[in-house]
């Protein structure tokens, strides 16, 4: 069993880290869009009705689906000062609490957004700009996938805990 677990951390650490550097060309993407928006707008006079909007979902599929890859390395944004102040034993087992708190609330959000993504996906729903992308839908959807994501490396995390294997990470950056 032991081994199994181990066996699951492993992969869904893997396939976070792979996302992860995957999403790093939503970003370069994003800014890619942003700069031929500021050259249409200011040098021809010619603002696009679109690049908004697609920057917009860029960056939030890039947020959303890379937070495997954060909390598969620990580089969430955190208060290290209570780290200083307990020894390790009692910031690891702070570290077990915040997973496992963070987990809980993950199940939570994704029970509150499945059904909205359930029903965006029978009827689509549009933006109701200039461009009326189907941004709302996509957005929904891609919510629930971040947090199973999420809820999947975390449970990683766990398994990494328990097994005193915490600290390494995918590729063993």
Partial sequence: ??????????IMS???????????????ACVIVSAMEVVMRYGFDRPTVWSTELAMTLCASAWVLAVGYVTERNRHISITMIEGLVSPRVWRILRLVQMLVATG?????????????????KRTEYSGTA???????YLKVVLVVGCILYILQLSAN???????????????H
Avoid: D
Avoid at 1 to 10: G, Q
Avoid at 14 to 28: A, D, E, K, Q, W
Avoid at 158 to 164: Q, V
């Fill in 1 to 10: 069993m032991k081994r199994l677990l181990a066996r699951y951390a492993s």
């Fill in 14 to 28: 893997r396939v976070s880290v792979f996302i992860g550097h995957g999403c790093s060309v939503l970003l370069f």
């Fill in 105 to 121: 609330a993950l199940i939570v959000l994704t029970m509150a957004l499945w059904s909205p993504a359930l029903k965006v996906l």
């Fill in 131 to 137: 461009l009326n992308s189907i941004q709302p839908t």
């Fill in 158 to 172: 766990i398994i990494k805990w328990a097994l005193g294997t915490e600290g390494e990470t995918a590729g063993g």
